[in-house]
């Protein structure tokens, strides 16, 4: 079973709306999260990373949330342009050994 | 600053044909480095990883090889290419800052098998 679940798989949205998308987690111990963006047939980029004291982060109209509780992430996009439309992927860190756990991403396509 | 390369961004081989993706990084020493790859709307699975130079463990069973000949560099190999091999090969390193775990991530090899 993956470490790291997303949901939903994808998603369309129109442009100027927001839209919120979810990572649970397994890893234990964790040391840090992030999400990641990935244009189509490019790299993933870091947009945002948190360790397990901090709840929210923002990056522009990007908002990540953290409840390291409940192993839950969110990541939150704030009037969505054209340009967000990408691969979101949410990836645990296990705390010693170093190990990223991926999630298989979040496909967004933001519509005009 | 840390950057990593990684070539080709694009490749065409035959079945049957051997491949070499390289990817190295710099500005850093001792990362660890990933190979991953990641099929049409699938996520990334984990293929290889390595701690330092000729350690190398691997995740799944498959058709290919890597080697750390280097500290900074990672090699991707097959000697005989399937045509399920195609896909999307990404390099990644990291390395522990602090209480951090950074990792970045090459721009990616198209790797297309006919």
């Known amino acids: 079973k993956n470490q790291v679940e997303q949901s939903p798989q994808s998603l369309i949205i129109l442009e100027g709306k927001n839209c919120t998308l979810q990572?649970?987690?397994?890893?234990?111990?964790?040391?840090?999260l992030r999400w990641y963006k990935q244009d189509t047939g490019r790299g993933p980029v870091s947009l945002t990373i948190?360790?397990?004291?901090?709840n929210t982060k923002s990056n522009g109209r990007y908002t990540a949330t953290l409840d390291a509780d409940t192993k839950q992430s969110s990541l939150h996009i704030t009037a969505s342009q054209l340009s967000d439309s990408a691969s979101y992927i949410c990836v645990v860190t296990h705390y010693g050994n170093n190990r990223l756990a991926f999630g298989k991403g979040n496909q967004v396509v933001v519509i005009p | 600053s840390q950057t990593i390369h990684q070539w080709p961004a694009t490749l065409v081989q035959p079945v049957g044909s051997p491949l070499s993706l390289e990817c190295t990084v710099e500005?850093?020493?001792?990362?660890?480095l990933y190979w991953y790859r990641q099929a049409a709307g699938r996520g990334l699975q984990l293929l290889f990883y390595s701690v330092g130079i000729g350690q190398i463990s691997s995740e799944v069973p498959q058709n290919l090889s890597a080697s750390r000949p280097q500290d900074r560099q990672f090699i991707l190999s097959s000697k005989k290419l399937l045509l399920s091999d195609s896909g999307f090969y990404l390099c990644?390193?990291?390395?522990?800052?602090?209480?951090?775990?950074?990792?970045?991530f090459g721009q990616g090899t198209r790797l297309t098998v006919v």
């Open positions: 500005g850093t020493s001792n990362p660890n």
């Open positions: 990572c649970n987690y397994t890893v234990s111990p964790f040391s840090n």
């Open positions: 990644a390193w990291s390395r522990l800052v602090g209480r951090f775990t950074e990792a970045f």
């Open positions: 948190m360790t397990f004291s901090e």
